[in-house]
Every structure is written in C-alpha cells, then in structure tokens.
C-alpha cells in the first residue's frame, strides 16, 4: 500500500473510530492502543520515525497540559487531606516495590518502578476523561488534586531509581534538572520582556516549543520526556502573574486541543510495541490478578481514608476512587523503560499492559453517564462549568 494511503487510512482510523466506540464506554486513549497493537501483529507502520516524532508531540503535549493544571492555591486548600493521601500512597508504593523486588528477585529500583506502574495515576488521562463521567464540582476537585499532587511524588521516585546507580550520576542528573528549573523562569521573563509585546498571541507557540525542547533535555537524561514537558507546564503557571495569556484558560485550552490531535498517536505508537509473545498465559493471568488485587486496595484506602478525614460516607467516597483508578500513560511508560533498560522478562511487560488496560476502563463502565452539558445555566444563572472552577474553595470545609 502507497505510504500516503497508509497515512489517510490512519488518520480515519484514529480520529473516527476512537470516537465512534466511546459510546460503548471505551476510552478513545484505549481504542487507539488496541489499534496499534493490531497494526504491529499486522507489520504495518512500524519503526515509522514520523509516527514516533508525532508520538511524542502527544505525550509533551499530556504532560504539559498535566503541568498546567497544577494550581498551588488549589492544593493548599485541601493540604491536610493531600498531604496524607499523598504519604499514603508513598508507603504504599515503597512497601510493594520492596515486596516485589524480594519475591520476584528484581533489584529495589525494578521492584519500585513496578509499583509506581500499579499504584500512580495517570493525572494528563483523568483530567481529559472528567467531563465524560458525569462528576460533581466537589468530587472533580478532589480528584483533581489527588492526581496532581500523587503524579508530583511520583515524577519524583521515577526521576531517583532511575538515576540511582550511583552517587555520582545522581548528583549529576540533580544538578542538571536543578539547573532546567532555574533556566526555566529566565526564559518566561526574556519572552515577557522582549517577544510577547512584539509578538501577540505567540505564546501558545513559545510554550510548546519550550516543552518539547525541555522534554527532549530530560529525556537525555534518563528520565523521560514527560518530566521537561511537566515542569515547563508548571513553570507557566507559576509565571501567571507577570504574563497572564500563559496560563490563561485560552492558553489552556489551546494546548489541550494540541494533545487531543497527537495524543492518539502516542497511543498508536505505543500499541506499535506490543508483541505476541508479551501476552502468554502467565502474563494475562498476572494481569487480571493485579487488578483483582491492586485496584480494590487502591480505591479501597482512598474510601477509608476519606471516611475518616472528611467523614464521608464509603458510598460518596466511591466515585473519587474508581475515577484515580486509571494508570495508563505512567504504566506504559514504565512498562516500555522496564523493557527498554532493565530488561524485565516478556511476561512483566504483558502484565502491566493488561493491568492498565483493564483498570483505564473500568471508570467508564462504573462511573460513566451523560457528561453534563456546560452550556447550561445553574438555578442562579452561573454556567456549571464556571461552578466548577469557583466551588473548591469552599470544599473542604
């Protein structure tokens, strides 16, 4: 088949089919997995080094968008409630990598990165899926902050047990993402002072490029594209202040709307990696066994603890919970490292794909309903929408 053919045939496929299943509850994310897979046991588009640039523009984009959203306010007004949740889910992951590092005789840092891979959310996949599970204001909050601040610690651990063979390189790869973190706000003010007032409505460009770039930077050192594009999205909103159109909402959505165009080639990409002989019997049976064990213990501890915390009832606790449920990106990524860089045996990966497969989809089918219409205007005349962003501040009280 002519190469531009095959691309017409691809675009089609992963801007209309995700769509047309997502009324079955599938998310349009798993759908464009899936369809990878089927192209890599088909040989078709693989080792495409266009697919892979696109691929990657997809997930700085996720991550940048993730970076966006993080708002400290935000986080400080539910602090107590994050700040446990958050030292929770650390124990938690600290407890199991040691537990699978022992019982399967992996090294602390593999046993770690596979615990990260059960228990981290996927914040960039739940933010985006929010509006499609019917969710109240005070449950997307909560939601929301969890995620964010979980992914945090968990971009931390990742960015530690990859670079901790030694002392030394993690001494250097410290003192270079330091270094990215005080060059970051630099860059911010030159474009403040010099471009943005020669140059209207560039920013969404300069931040993308930023991002790209800055994920490019940690992704030559050993610690994935996501982390520069996430610093760069945060950076920006710290930065809101001096420039506003940064992190404005338009800003915001213009970003989201890039990573809605090459998110699904990310995924498509991803599926491209896949083989058959990743999915034996023993790499199935791990992963539905790690979703009958691991999703109920996570949803279970976020219920608990937020029964005694805020003294919800175990019934309205149940939504916040099954929505952190997906791991998608983090598990795939972890996965293709696993794989890539400590050579993990072919059933490892196979477990964890269909591990963060089963439990992306889960949410839809417990949680998913009607998204609700933001055109539509509350008993006060405010747009649910705009309800949304101005209820948290009273939350938790």
Request: aromatic share 10%; glycine share 6%; charged share 15%.
């Amino acid at each position: 088949m002519p190469k531009d053919l095959t691309y017409i045939l691809l675009l089609f496929a992963l801007f209309v089919v995700p769509r047309a299943l997502q009324r079955f509850r599938l998310p349009s994310a798993i759908t464009s997995f899936l369809l990878g897979a089927a192209a890599s046991a088909s040989g078709v588009l693989s080792q495409d080094p266009t697919l892979s640039l696109l691929a990657t523009f997809g997930i700085v984009a996720m991550f940048l968008t993730a970076g966006l959203e993080v708002n400290g306010s935000e986080l400080k007004i539910g602090a107590r409630v994050i700040v446990q949740h958050v030292s929770v889910r650390m124990l938690l992951v600290l407890g199991v990598g040691a537990l699978i590092a022992v019982g399967m005789a992996f090294s602390y840092r593999v046993g770690t990165l596979i615990a990260l891979a059960l228990f981290t959310p996927s914040t960039g996949f739940i933010l985006d899926s929010l509006d499609t599970l019917g969710l109240e204001p005070r449950e997307r909050f909560w939601i929301k902050s969890k995620a964010i601040a979980t992914e945090l610690l968990a971009l931390g651990v990742l960015f530690i047990a990859l670079q901790s063979t030694s002392m030394e390189r993690l001494g250097v790869a410290t003192a270079a993402l330091l270094a990215l973190v005080l060059v970051l706000p630099l860059l911010f003010r030159f474009f403040a002072a010099r471009i943005a007032p020669f140059a209207p409505k560039s920013e969404f460009a300069f931040l993308l490029m930023l991002a790209v770039v800055s994920a490019y930077i940690t992704r030559a050192l050993g610690v994935y594209y996501l982390v520069g594009a996430f610093m760069v999205g945060i950076a920006a909103q710290t930065f809101r202040t001096r420039l506003p159109a940064m992190s404005s909402e338009r800003t915001l959505h213009a970003v989201e709307a890039f990573a809605s165009v090459f998110a699904p080639f990310y995924f498509f990409n991803a599926g491209l990696h896949l083989h058959a002989e990743d999915f034996s019997a023993t790499a199935i049976l791990l992963g539905v066994g790690a979703v009958a064990v691991c999703v109920p213990l996570r949803v279970g501890l976020v219920v608990l603890h937020r029964k005694y915390t805020l003294g919800e009832s175990f019934r309205s606790g149940l939504p916040v919970a099954i929505a952190l449920a997906p791991t998608l990106v983090f598990s795939l990524v972890i996965a293709e490292i696993l794989r890539d860089r400590f050579a993990v045996p072919d059933f490892i990966f196979g477990a964890l794909i269909v591990y963060t497969v089963l439990n992306t989809i889960l949410p839809g089918f417990l949680l998913g309903r009607a998204a609700p219409d933001l055109d539509v205007l509350d008993t006060v005349g405010t747009p649910v929408e705009s309800q949304a962003h101005a209820q948290p501040a009273e939350l938790p009280a």
